[in-house]
């Protein structure tokens, strides 16, 4: 039995777990162009066209520049929330049971959104979808790589201040010219601190980087 443009009907009734999702870039087109309204946010967009047209980027690089243009209109817990609660849904419709979230903390800090705000939003729409799909969610906290360890350790110690349900921390963002190593302190600190480690390595750096992760 074959529906939905082709895909077999089988591979959408397995059970499966998301285990690699960043929740700032499932923002869709709809969304980004509904917050940016609700918030007074003026993006280089007409429409949803304009924005989708957007997205046929080139490399690492130009699709940063997207993520970061988009993670602009995230100025609410109201934002974070309805992000992380549209994503679950729409998971949840593929029947997806569990997922390990990443969030860049510091993309949203970096603007003057306080951390509890992301936090506080990601969890109340956490909360709200999976009482309605009975999923489980893990959070994943990212470091920007493009961003010194100062400015890591700072993130890291308030997330562990705030008691934040996280139970890793990551890597990501711009990688040439920001090796692993650069963030050994703090992920040995995230370690003590009883945290999951992982890493984006090897996108577009050396393959040192991969052995620099390990």
């Not at 949203?108 to 799909?133: C, Y």
């Not at 470091?143 to 100062?150: E, T």
């Not at 090796?179 to 003590?192: D, G, H, L, S, T």
């Amino acid at each position: 039995m074959r529906f939905d443009g082709g895909r077999s009907a089988l591979a959408y009734a397995l059970p499966k777990a998301e285990l690699h999702i960043h929740v700032e870039g499932t923002l869709e087109p709809e969304m980004m162009l509904e917050l940016a309204a609700r918030n007074g946010v003026r993006l280089p967009y007409d429409d949803v066209a304009g924005v989708r047209r957007a997205y046929e980027f080139s490399d690492l690089q130009s699709f940063l520049d997207l993520y970061y243009q988009g993670a602009a209109v995230l100025q609410t817990e109201a934002d974070f929330a309805d992000l992380v609660a549209a994503y679950i849904d729409r998971a949840h419709a593929d029947n997806v049971r569990h997922v390990e979230l990443f969030f860049d903390p510091q993309t949203h800090t970096d603007r003057g959104v306080p951390f509890s705000v992301v936090v506080d939003g990601l969890v109340a729409g956490i909360e709200a979808a999976t009482s309605r799909s009975g999923m489980t969610v893990d959070l994943i906290m990212c470091f920007l790589r493009h961003l010194d360890d100062a400015a890591a350790m700072t993130t890291l110690e308030e997330a562990l201040t705030t008691g934040a349900p996280i139970i890793g921390v990551g890597l990501d963002s711009s990688e040439l010219g920001n090796p692993p190593a650069k963030f050994a302190n703090v992920f040995a600190a995230a370690r003590e601190a009883g945290l999951r480690l992982v890493a984006h390595a090897g996108e577009e750096g050396p393959p040192q980087y991969i052995w620099e992760s390990l």
